[in-house]
T-cell receptor, first 108, second 115 residues
Framework: GQQVMQIPQYQHVQEGEDFTTYCNSSTTLSNIQWYKQRPGGHPVFLIQ???SGEVKKQKRLTFQFGEAKKNSSLHITATQTTDVGTYFCAGSNYQLIWGAGTKLIIKP | DTGVSQDPRHKITKRGQNVTFRCDPI?????LYWYRQTLGQGPEFLTY????????KSRLLSDRFSAERPKGSFSTLEIQRTEQGDSAMYLC?????????????FGPGTRLTVL
């Protein structure tokens, strides 16, 4: 069946360093969505990418959708403590298939 | 508050008991999803409804699980004869699906602990 693989599982960074998480789908997607889940919270929608090669920015967050619509990335520039949480990608054809998430941890 | 709500927020039960959870979606949303999430994992799809019709159920879902959305508004998820392995966060999400969009809005979840 369709799978969405997300790496890395964890990323430890110093505050101010960059963070990147990657998603790869086994099949071509109609769109990909990104969600953030804070510790103890529920997933919150960040953005949806639909077009091949699409790049979208939200302040320090940059989202990319691959040309083949099978992979995507989220890059955070100059991380802050408010960025802490787990970032999930979810690929969509007729239903959302979720990656396992990448947990962003800020080193003290 | 016009977001997705879930009740109860926490449920502790003994193994073998039945439990029922409720989800109230955002009112104009036509789709409602149930997920299960365990610590360190992403949401695991259980089932979803379009209006009152249950369109898909995960093959991983045991026969002990049943969900309803009788009037296309709120939904209930029932687990019969609970097992310790059922302990998890049960998340509900709703969306208004169009041809190009299916953004899901999540409720706060119901945390189930089976003793």
């Amino acid at each position: 069946g369709q799978q969405v693989m997300q790496i890395p599982q964890y990323q430890h960074v110093q505050e101010g360093e960059d963070f990147t998480t990657y998603c790869n789908s086994s099949t071509t997607l109609s769109n990909i969505q990104w969600y953030k889940q804070r510790p103890g919270g529920h997933p919150v929608f960040l953005i949806q990418l639909v077009k091949s090669g699409e790049v979208k920015k939200q302040k320090r967050l940059t989202f990319q959708f691959g040309e083949a619509k099978k992979n995507s990335s989220l890059h955070i520039t100059a991380t802050q403590t408010t960025d802490v949480g787990t970032y999930f990608c979810a690929g969509s054809n007729y239903q959302l298939i979720w990656g396992a998430g990448t947990k962003l941890i800020i080193k003290p | 508050d016009t977001g997705v709500s879930q009740d109860p927020r926490h449920k502790i039960t003994k193994r073998g008991q039945n439990v029922t959870f409720r989800c109230d979606p955002i009112s104009e949303h036509n789709r409602l999803y149930w997920y299960r999430q365990t610590l360190g994992q992403g949401p695991e799809f259980l089932t979803y409804f379009q209006n009152e019709a249950q369109l898909e159920k995960s093959r991983l879902l045991s026969d002990r699980f049943s969900a309803e959305r009788p009037k296309g508004s709120f939904s209930t998820l029932e687990i019969q004869r609970t097992e310790q392995g059922d302990s998890a966060m049960y998340l509900c999400a709703s969306s208004y699906r169009t041809n190009s969009r299916d953004t899901q809005y999540f409720g706060p979840g119901t945390r189930l602990t089976v003793l």
